[in-house]
């Protein structure tokens, strides 16, 4: 036949080495010359290779799957006669074959599969290695399908195809080769054809929350409020070149989720605060321990934005939690314990600060470890903790673990809550409540915050007096002191100590004058007189 004489020989295909059996690549020269070759060997041979092959749901050609049985048994030498070879060569089409997205592996040499169009990258060129003339072409596309998303690669004329016909939201089937690419899996593509008939449950949005996220998902673009951020980390890829990696928590009104940026995005990481508004573009879903995950890439971007995105907490009571469990909890600060650090088994250094929290419920020591150590969380601080585990603490007392999972968020006060003005009216107490919305609004789920003790809380009988003490103003003077020197008791734990103390009964915080020796966290009952809205405690039991 024309060109089979200047076709490469059986010694120079790898593909016929005893290592591995031949491919189903009807582009490569080597696999033409079997194919071609079966032709002058008579045609298509009958029989137990048949039956094989008719049991076998594949779009492999009898004609290549019978000259790779052929292939086999030369290969092997006599050990296998033609229905083993046959059967040899069917179980590796059938590893081949990935019911879905999530079933491609690097390891595999070919694959074919099924998935959507979720996002188009531009046409790059670059210089080939051997110095041919013509620059080489490429076009990455994402595809997705219920399981997962891989990035394909389109080469030369198919990249070029892809640019003018591919449409986000196509249905493709690809048969490729996967590998380990620079941003993780990726399928380099010998055929692309669309599929006008199938159908992938594969939900493309202009723009998500994050509710809207499912794995497979790419071309994300979410707007949300930085919830917490981590440091720069770095590590070895098997290539041998350092990567990069770091990770912020973003939410908005339907939930939050996991940003891991890598590479050269890591570096954004560092500058986010916690309470600003970004917009993530570009982004793609990826799975991690059993939760989703957005990631950015080379593509990706992290963007300061103006605009008002509000993330409620739902926290578990303190009272509620069980051992085991992966919860949100959140509460005034009642205790901080000075960050401590420890050696690991493999020689690094690791480091850990405990702090207390307190909420309308009960009480409970938060374990926050690595990076977590360093966030600046302080006596009467209003903090929320998510995915932390709760377990089995000291003195067989309860304890939340903060780890690499969780996000710690510290809440700021609204500006009238934390300003202990004397005198507050009623007027002032809706400002209080209009300003505490998003973050600020767990004050009112959980208890009221111990910062505004510290600063001095406003009470309804710290009125302050009226001038300057003129005739008429006597009996209003006398009902003001016989309001604010009356005798009370008060039951609340301690959030302060030195002077004044500050009790906190989860509802009030009240400031006390006592010789009394008092620890953090330790529950007291006050007895005295309240002036100015000081209790000068007669009795401490």
């Known amino acids: 036949m024309d060109g089979y004489d200047e076709a490469p020989t059986r010694e120079g295909d790898p593909a016929a080495t005893p290592e591995r059996s031949p491919r189903f690549d009807r582009e490569t020269p080597a696999r033409t010359t079997l194919i071609r070759g079966l032709d002058n060997r008579g045609g298509t041979r009958m029989g137990v290779i048949e039956d094989v092959y008719d049991d076998l749901d594949t779009d492999v050609e009898f004609e290549e799957f019978e000259a790779a049985v ?50 188009i990258g531009d046409v790059r060129t670059f210089e080939r290695d051997d110095d041919e003339a013509e620059e080489g072409r490429v076009c990455n596309v994402d595809v997705a399908d219920a399981s997962g998303s891989v990035r394909v690669a389109l080469w030369d004329e198919m990249a070029a195809a892809a640019e003018e016909q591919l449409e986000v939201g196509q249905v493709l089937r690809v048969m490729g080769r996967p590998k380990e690419g620079y ?29 809207d996220l499912s794995l497979g998902a790419s071309d994300v673009d979410l707007v949300g409020q930085v919830l917490d951020t981590d440091s720069v980390r770095t590590f070895d890829r098997d290539d041998g070149s350092e990567g990069r990696v770091a990770n912020l928590t973003v939410g908005d009104e339907t939930g939050r989720v996991r940003v891991t940026l890598w590479d050269d995005k890591a570096g954004l990481a560092d500058e986010f605060g916690p309470g600003e508004v970004v917009e993530v573009g570009d982004g793609y879903v990826r799975e991690r321990d059993g939760d989703l995950e957005l990631h950015v890439g080379d593509r990706g971007t992290v963007e300061r934005v103006d605009e008002d995105v509000e993330y409620v907490p739902e926290t578990t009571d303190v009272a509620d939690v069980e051992i085991g469990e992966v919860v949100d909890i959140g509460g005034g600060v009642i205790e901080t314990d000075p960050k401590r650090t420890f050696d690991r088994d493999d020689g690094s250094e690791g480091q850990v600060r405990n702090v207390r929290i307190k909420d309308d419920t009960g009480e409970i020591r938060v374990a926050l470890w690595g990076d977590k150590a360093d966030r600046e969380i302080d006596l009467a601080d209003r903090v929320v903790f998510t995915d932390v585990e709760i377990q089995d603490g000291w003195q067989d007392d309860l304890e939340a673990s903060a780890n690499w999972r969780s996000t710690v968020t510290v809440l700021e006060a609204g500006s009238d809550a934390s300003s202990g003005a004397a005198g507050a009216s009623a007027d002032a107490e809706s400002d209080r409540d209009a300003n505490d919305t998003g973050l600020g609004a767990f004050a009112e789920d959980g208890q009221k915050a111990a910062a505004e003790a510290v600063a001095g809380e406003a009470t309804d009988d710290d009125s302050g007096e009226a001038g300057g003490g003129g005739g008429g103003a006597g009996s209003a003077a006398a009902a003001t002191a016989e309001r604010s020197e009356a005798e009370v008791e008060f039951t609340g734990t301690v959030v302060q100590t030195g002077d004044p103390v500050v009790l906190d009964d989860g509802q009030r915080t009240k400031s006390v004058e006592t010789d009394a020796s008092l620890r953090l966290g330790e529950e007291v009952t006050v007895r005295g007189t309240e002036r100015d809205g000081t209790i000068d405690a007669v009795d401490v039991f």
């Open 70 to 119: 052929e292939d086999k048994v030369e290969q092997m030498g006599g050990l296998a006669d033609e229905e083993t070879a046959a059967m040899l060569i069917a179980h590796e089409l059938r590893d081949e074959e990935a019911d879905t997205i999530a079933d491609i592996e690097p390891g595999m040499n070919d694959v074919k599969f099924l998935g959507k169009v979720t996002s």
């Open 183 to 211: 941003s993780g899996l990726e399928v380099s593509a010998d055929k692309v054809e669309p599929d006008e008939d199938a159908e992938v449950d594969v939900q493309v949005l202009d723009t998500y929350q994050v509710a």
